[in-house]
Structures are given as structure tokens and as C-alpha cells.
């Protein structure tokens, strides 16, 4: 089964405002040994970036690009996306059928938004998905904690069974063993 990682919106405007995500210091940090890894073992690594036709996260501005402590290398493919779906009106679904992709690995930012999105609708695609558990992040919110926040995916996101494949949350020490 071949597998590619998905890294959602670890941008400059959602990373580095004050106040920061939770933990986005140790988020940044799991998500490059999680890249380094998939690099290593072949497998593709795919930077999603949020855009706005204007603000902090209009295409192309300082807010927009990725979060500095991010390793990218010549080899990551990208995708520009307006939802917090992943998959909606972006050539993601293409990207993954030509590399035969049949296992996401996702990461990032927003836990409850684009994360949250991008995994049910992955699930909804066919594809089985291994959540990050912790390598994505959010920020406080009124009602929860990031922290809780966080959590609260981990638990939910792998009981849903009605999409037929597989989510499972994994830390990032266990993603790639087997």
C-alpha cells in the first residue's frame, strides 16, 4: 500500500502570531522527523497551504508560506487550498492517484478545522489515515483547550467506522514502525 504524508497549514499567519499554537515548537519539531522519515523510506510529502484572497494568509504573502522551522526539500509536492477540506476544488485526489496513494499520514494545523476536515473526507475517499497524535495542533479556544482540543480528536477520529477504512491516531515515534 503505498502511503504519502499530508502536512495542513503549518503556515507563518496560523505558527508564529502570538499567541502560537499549542506546543507549536514540539508540533514543528514531529512533523519534520515524520517527513524525514517518509523521505527516506520513499514515500511523497505534501505541504497543503491555506490561502485568502486577502489578510495575513493571501497567496504569496509573508503570512502564507510555511512556518520557517519547516524542513521542505525539492522533492514535496504542494497544494493551494480555500476550505478547510483538503480535497475540495484542489488537485490533491489527482496528486495521490498518480503516486497509486492509498494511506495518508496527516499532520498539522487546525486540529478541529483542516485536520479534522481533511481526515474525514480521506476516510470518505477510500483512503485509511494515520492521525499524527502528536503532530497536530491548534489554538485555545473559549471552550476547550488546544491541549484538550487535541485530544478530544485523538480519541473521536478513530471511532468513526461508517466510512469503511481505517483512522487510527499514532504518535509520531510509531508512525513508520511496523
Not at 4 to 11: E, G, K, T
Not at 16 to 30: G, S
Not at 126 to 142: F, I, N, P
Request: with cysteine; aromatic share 6%; glycine share 4%.
Amino acid at each position: 500500500m503505498t502511503t504519502a504524508v499530508l502536512v495542513i497549514d503549518v503556515q507563518q499567519a496560523l505558527f508564529d502570531e502570538n499567541p502560537r499554537p499549542f506546543e507549536a515548537d514540539k508540533t514543528v519539531k514531529k512533523i519534520n522527523q515524520v517527513t524525514g522519515q517518509a523521505r527516506n523510506a520513499g514515500i511523497p510529502v505534501i505541504f497543503i497551504q491555506h490561502e485568502q484572497e486577502s489578510g495575513p494568509l493571501a497567496y504569496d504573502s509573508d503570512g502564507w508560506k510555511l512556518q520557517a522551522g519547516l524542513v521542505v526539500k525539492d522533492t514535496d509536492l504542494f497544494v493551494r487550498k480555500t476550505t478547510p477540506d483538503s480535497f475540495l476544488r484542489t488537485d490533491l485526489k489527482e496528486i495521490l492517484e498518480s503516486n497509486s496513494v492509498k494511506n495518508l499520514i496527516i499532520c498539522g494545523y487546525a486540529s478541529e478545522f483542516c485536520v479534522d476536515t481533511t481526515t474525514r473526507r480521506a476516510a470518505a475517499l477510500g483512503y485509511s489515515v494515520q492521525l499524527v497524535s502528536d503532530a497536530h495542533t491548534t489554538h485555545d479556544k473559549e471552550h476547550a483547550t488546544a491541549k484538550m482540543i487535541r485530544e478530544h480528536h485523538n480519541a473521536t477520529l478513530p471511532n468513526i467506522k461508517s466510512f469503511g477504512p481505517k483512522i487510527t491516531a499514532v504518535p509520531s515515534k510509531n508512525i513508520f514502525k511496523r
